[in-house]
């Protein structure tokens, strides 16, 4: 044998490699998926009569259980919850058709009727406290959030539902993506199987997953709400968004979702294509950390909170794709927005910091107290992509009113960690519809999302007030107020609240959305033209 | 015995580094798992227990080697599925992507390095090094979105994603294949040119043998070795690059699965990746020792020359 014929015989042994490789595609199905695909190439035509979505996702790393992966199960119009978040971000009744807190610690939860599953059963008050046991035994999380002691059945179209404590905006925590509802009969018996072929309620029902890669869904032809726009809906997982943005422009996928501020500029000189915007729905903002000393003095935290250029953030670091923030919550979810109001005045930040002492005494351009600098830790995480642009703004923001900083690019977890002055952050502050939710979470002393340990007892007491308060307009009355208190106390420095992107193509006809709360995406409506 | 003690030094690295890195696993997979809310204190308390991530590190790496040698590299904490289940799935997809970008890296790389050399000087030589600059300057995950660009969205010939057809494939083994085709073209450009100035050859060319039986058949033989050892590293690191393509193009290999274990501190997700890639590493370093003999019959194992 030759050198030559040796050195062949490697390319054709690559090349054979490559071709068994290739023949691998079958075997690439997980063996979880129930069935495969006509085509496992997301780009292969379908048949023409059939109206075919292609969307690109962020992740599709995890099957749609609608326990424990209801963010993927609800959005992709699979699992429905008993209620829902509207326009406006308020709790409303979706697979429920109302509810009364009978007593502090009882809810009646009254049923819709004429409800199918995936499988055809109809949904009735026992399939109903069958699914919401199952939701509670098969994820922790959601037994703790739901803090539930019981679930009965009244009678074929009312649970009951009893909590330990008591408990005001149980329909709010009902709208929690895990708590979706399935038929329990269709759920594997072992809590160790994934469910993501139990029989749900949604618009479309699944017919295959395969991780990473790909998810395949048909429509639910005896919808509740009518009869879905589409045949099927192909879901592919691109996590980069330059890729995301790429397919679309190829026609590879018809709806490409979080595009970046860049791509969507993209996308709108595209005339074939389209950005859609919805409202935001959480923030970007930056948490005190009180413990550090420079933070000890309110007098410093107000000063840089209104050394903020909200509109310069908003038009600069999100490309005109996010609304100033001088508050937590987003426009038209609260009374008393903005109720603190941090309006950009760099004087008076200069202002405010002489007043605590701080002056230039070396003329440097960073003022000092006893001799010491004031120099600031900044620390953020990548994965939100506006939020390491944001604090490098605010930097400069910091030394236009003497104030040094340095930004850091850390692991999110770290802002429980303290090490830093301010930690630039993002959050949803509307999920389950309710402010007391996120009051309770951010400016609660020990709340699961005060990172920066902020602690103010007449904070804590108005939010122990809302524990047991159920009148919608004296919720709200409530929340004003321990909102004015956070904020009086520059709790966190609110920032801007980002919109979500998509990029459509204009064959896509989607009159009714995109919606403002992140977990609604593809209802029965979303069609093609 | 090498090769055990390697993967042993390998893998206690990598899991140190995995476990000093800051986050909180618990806490990281539970955010997941909420849509994005932050879990409470006592679920991430009570999730790091069951996943045993308050044992001290001896103790967890004991546990991980142990299994590791039974073939059980242990479960993703996102998902529960078996991580060698996971990585043998996804295999297939990461070897066609890397044996495509090596086939092409050759296919190219070699003749078109033959020919600068022969042709030295004129404008065919100073086109492919040219090529080979560029090929050495722009990493593949520039080269990638810069390829989707033109062949999908500007010219339409090719998908941009997806995954099962040969369509699909060609992009990113491009992207994946372009810096080691440089690498490739460069190496044998040289090492033709050193040979084509010894005296064998020389005395093939006075025994009147035809240009290209000298070049071709006496010439590129010699100047393949160190070639063949360059592409030995060369396909370790495709393996590796393959996770920065799949990522890109959403190819449904190791890499993408990798990536998303690194950002979920997944860390048994991560820990069996860097022991795979450590044994392909090992393996493919065998096999360039092995094709020595196998290319070169003058050379033996021990030392000795013939």
Redesign the interface.
Known sequence: MT??T??LG??FA??L??A???G??A??T???SSSSDA??????APPAEERVLKV?MT?L??PPDPY????LAVPTGLAETLFKQDESLNTVPWLASGAVQVEPTVWEIFLRQGVKFHNGALMDAAKVKGSLDLALLR???TR?LLDVDRVEVKDPLTVVIYTNSPNPILPGLLTN??TSIADPDTVPASV?DSAEFAAMTGPYKLVSF????KMSVVAHTDYWQGTPALDRVEY?????S??RL??L?????DISINLSPQGAVVVGNDSSLEVRVAAPAGMLFMFVNHESPAMQDSLVRRALAIAVDRDAMAAGVADGNAIPAEGMFPPGFISCQNAGSYAFDPEAARELLAEAGYKDEDGDGIVEKDGKKLELVLQTYP?QPLLPPMLEAFQSMLKDIGVAAKVQI?????ASQGGYDLFGYS??TT?TGDPGWALN?QYLTGG??NRGNFSNSRVDDLIGQLSSASDPAQRQQIACDALRAGQDEVALIPVMFPTRLFGISDAVDWTSGPQAA??YFIDHLIGLK | MTLPLLLLGISIISFMLLNF????AA??T?M????????????VV??RQELGLNDPLPIRYGRWVSNAVRGDLGESY????SIA?ELL??L??T??LA??A??LA??AGIPLGVLAAVNRGTWLDTSCRLLALVGAAVPSYVMA?VL??FF??KL?WL???????????LLPALALSFGTMAQLMRLTRASVLDVLGQDYIRTARAKGLSERSVVW?HGL?SA?LPVVTVLGTSTGFLLGGAVIIE????W?GVG??V??GI?QRDYPVVQGFVLYMAVAFLLINLAVDV?YR???PRLHFGGKFN
Do not use: H
Request: proline residues 8%.
């Open positions: 050198w030559r040796r050195f490697l390319a690559i090349l490699l490559a068994a490789a290739c691998g595609s075997t690439a997980p063996s979880g085509s496992s190439d997301p780009t292969t690109a992740f790393d995890e424990r992966a209801g963010w994820r922790p999380g703790l993506q895990n160790d395969t991780a990473d890669q592919v997982a691109f996590s980069q330059d890729t790429i397919a422009q190829s026609g590879d996928v994965e850390v692991e999110w977890t770290l959050n949803d999920t979470r699961d999302e992140r977990l | 890195a800051p986050g909180d806490e990281i539970l997941r798992q909420n849509g994005g809310v932050a879990p409470s204190p006592q679920e009570e999730l996102r998902s529960g599925d289940n799935r996804r297939p997809a070897l066609l044996a495509t090596l086939a050759v296919a979105p989707m660009l999908a969205v339409g998908p941009a994603v997806g995954y099962g057809s040969p369509k699909n494939l058949g033989k393949l990522s890109i193009f959403g449904p993408q699965f990536i998303q950002s094709s196998w290319l070169d």
